[in-house]
């Protein structure tokens, strides 16, 4: 008997007690997580950061950069002394926008956006053309001898003045003689057909190399194409072979390489019995060279 109370005290520790009910584990509760009260989310206010733009040039394009954050969707509005010359939605952080020079000088150039103003500053705009007045290289123009420029129009402009670097050869003038500068549309790369003009007198060049100023009233509406400047001498009375010239400046680029596509040159033959000059062939310069002419917007 006693050894029978021993061995269920070891069967008890051993096994555990064996009568009972059995409990299972119970599935795991699922977490429920409260919202936090009343929590408010912070609106992004825009934000735009520009870099000053580098000089333009008179009917080129310059690309004005500059990064904006909180700001997609914005409408941008580009100002050039305050007339709209281009609008853009901002896509990203990165803004890109072609800004047109359409006028020549010392421009207020600002971006705003829903009546504000992002950035304001300067903008320096150079006259479209040649402004090195270095050297000594000039041709002649004459009633016989007549000299052409080509221009490419990038944005559409209105011009109110042609520059020339120019003297007058003699002191002494003929009377009637006037300066002629025209500006024309291109016919297959030489001068086509007539689009306005400004005669002045020759006395308007002097002795001295200046610039010669040809103003446009009204202003001539050039679009996105290429124009030629004419320069030529008109004289109505005491036509002579030899009369009347003026000495248009240029910058020898070549010598050893033909004339470029943007300039030309006419000699007209003289009528003998009149003395006026009959038109020829417009031909290209000797070689390589670029005149003094400067287009502008005043």
Not at 42 to 51: I, N, R
Not at 112 to 129: C, P
Not at 255 to 284: A, K
């Amino acid at each position: 008997m006693k050894n029978f109370i021993i061995w269920l005290a070891i069967a008890f520790f051993m096994f555990g007690c064996t009568g009972g009910t059995v409990e299972t584990p119970s599935e795991p509760s699922e977490e429920v997580v409260l919202a936090p009260p009343n929590e408010t989310v912070e609106e992004c206010t825009p934000a735009y950061s520009f870099s000053e733009p580098i000089a333009g040039v008179f009917s080129e394009t310059t690309v004005l950069t500059g990064t904006a954050t909180c700001a997609i969707g914005k409408e941008l509005e580009i100002t050039v002394d305050g007339e709209t010359v281009a609008t853009t939605t901002v896509q990203g952080a990165a803004i890109s926008i072609d800004v047109p020079a359409i006028k020549d000088g010392t421009l207020e150039l600002a971006v705003m956006s829903e009546g504000e103003i992002l950035f304001s500053t300067d903008w320096n705009v150079d006259a479209l053309g040649n402004s090195d007045v270095s050297g000594v290289d000039y041709d002649p123009i004459s009633f016989k001898e007549w000299r052409a420029v080509a221009f490419d129009i990038e944005n559409e402009i209105e011009v109110g003045r042609v520059d020339i670097y120019m003297k007058r050869l003699e002191g002494n003038t003929q009377p009637g003689t006037n300066l002629l500068v025209e500006i024309r549309e291109d016919d297959e790369g030489e001068p086509g057909a007539l689009v306005d003009s400004v005669q002045i007198p020759v006395t308007e060049a002097t002795l001295n190399y200046k610039w010669v100023h040809f103003d446009f009233d009204p202003k001539v509406t050039l679009s996105e194409e290429t124009y030629w400047v004419v320069a030529k001498i008109e004289q109505t009375k005491n036509i002579k072979v030899v009369s009347d010239v003026v000495m248009m400046h240029y910058n020898a680029l070549d010598t050893d390489t033909e004339g470029n596509d943007y300039t030309r040159e006419m000699r007209l033959d003289v009528d003998d019995e009149t003395g006026f000059g009959i038109e020829t062939e417009w031909q290209p310069v000797a070689y390589d060279k670029t005149y003094n002419v400067l287009l502008k917007s005043d």
